[in-house]
């Protein structure tokens, strides 16, 4: 099969996003299927293909002023219709419904290719990014001003940090579910979200395949109750992951274990704004930001920590959850989408209620206090993981697009035949 993938983010910008159509194209493409990627242009790091069966055509771009790591991708309508007439795509898959989607919705609909759309993110819970404070650089202004004692970020995080369905996050879904309803097909990474999304009106069929996750490079033992706990936070450092949730509760989690530690790593927008909370609680001698790490070094990292910590509330599997389990860590988090599939309550880790930094501080606790119950969480951690092998998701989306490439392939090419 000949398959496009379209994604306003791809590598060399790491996200889970990013990994999981690294991981599907070249493992599929071993099978002898042929893709295209279509993303975002970056810069000097960019490359034009993965390997002789996988090729990347890149877009120009700009940053999103309320989040630079964010590409608002320019894409040529003349070079994608080129593209496409030349390759003849048999299906389409799209891994994001920024502007790159849309125009892979309109050349799906204009020549009668087939579309799955996968629900990789919630767009609906990262509306703080049209929010008028952050497109005004406000929450840049509290930062700085808090260095005087006039203002507080946590000031501002009160108004904007929320689990209610407020209007900004009910016309993102309403838009996102149009988009997704296009889609001959929808692809949900968990059974959890698979059910909020049909809950918030999703028509088309949804399929569950989880991003899965390569066992041989992340693997770890049973571990033992530690002395000296070592914590461990991984993931883009933006607003809506909540890592001001995670300080404040490793905060009172010393009150318990003073010699415990909190590794966070990554980077993102927020990351300024953690470091002067950090700082202002007396934590920097307590908390290790080693900012950006290559996705192969991390496979290190997870074992060298004792406990996985979250407090997202917006993830549709959590790949770096999955990546710390597979390592042997109990985890906590929060009782969010997607969450709950991968830390399982009372069987690999716990899950407090959203923002709730004190709850998140006791579950914690509670993991930490006990050697029989950590042991056997760390246990309980690695064979959950194993349910996301690589291989056994491949098999699964090969399978998919087979489906739905045979279902429409009378369709497509008709109408592609007649408007070429």
Do not use: W
Not at 291 to 301: N, R
Not at 384 to 392: C, P, S
């Amino acid at each position: 099969m000949r398959i496009i993938y379209f994604s306003d983010t791809f590598l060399p910008k790491i996200d889970g996003i990013a990994v999981s159509i690294k991981n599907f194209s070249e493992l599929l493409s071993a099978k002898g299927h042929e893709f295209i990627i279509f993303a975002p242009g970056y810069g000097k790091d960019d490359f034009s293909r993965l390997n002789e069966q996988v090729s990347v055509e890149r877009f120009m771009s700009a940053s999103l002023p309320s989040y630079p790591d964010v590409k608002m991708v320019l894409p040529s309508p003349n070079r994608i219709k080129r593209i496409l007439t030349e390759f003849q795509p048999d299906l389409i898959h799209i891994h994001t419904p920024g502007v790159l989607g849309q125009y892979a919705l309109t050349a799906s609909e204009k020549y009668g290719i087939p579309t799955i759309g996968t629900y990789h993110t919630l767009i609906s819970e990262q509306d703080a990014y049209i929010s008028i404070y952050r497109l005004l650089k406000i929450d840049k202004f509290f930062s700085i001003m808090s260095r005087f004692d006039k203002l507080n970020l946590k000031d501002l995080l009160k108004i904007v940090k929320t689990d209610k369905f407020n209007i900004n996050k009910k016309i993102l879904l309403k838009l996102c579910n149009y988009f997704y309803d296009k889609c001959d097909r929808v692809v949900s990474p968990s059974y959890l979200l698979r059910d909020q999304l049909m809950e918030f009106g999703i028509k088309k069929p949804i399929h569950v395949i989880s991003n899965g996750m390569d066992l041989s490079k992340f693997t770890g033992t049973v571990k033992s109750l530690p002395k000296d706990p070592k914590i461990l936070h991984v993931g883009r450092i933006s607003y809506e992951k909540n890592c001001d949730v995670v300080i404040k509760s490793f905060q009172l989690i010393l009150k318990k274990f003073p010699t415990a530690e909190l590794t966070i790593i990554g980077d993102g927008p927020a990351l300024p704004s953690l470091k002067r909370q950090a700082q202002n609680l007396g934590l920097q001698d307590k908390i290790t930001f080693t900012g950006f790490l290559a996705h192969a070094e991390l496979p290190k990292h997870y074992p060298q920590h004792d406990l996985f910590l979250t407090a997202s509330t917006m993830e549709t599997q959590g790949l770096v959850i999955l990546e710390a389990i597979a390592c042997g860590l109990p985890a906590v988090g929060v009782k969010s989408y997607a969450i709950p599939e991968l830390i399982q309550e009372g069987k690999n880790g716990y899950n407090a209620a959203p923002f709730q930094a004190e709850e998140l501080s006791e579950k914690t606790i509670q993991v930490l206090s006990s050697a029989e119950t950590y042991q056997e969480f760390s246990k309980n951690s690695i064979e959950i993981a194993k349910g996301h092998e690589l291989g056994l998701s491949v098999n699964k989306m090969e399978e998919l697009y087979e489906e739905i490439a045979i279902k429409s392939k009378r369709k497509k090419s008709s109408v592609f035949n007649m408007l070429m």
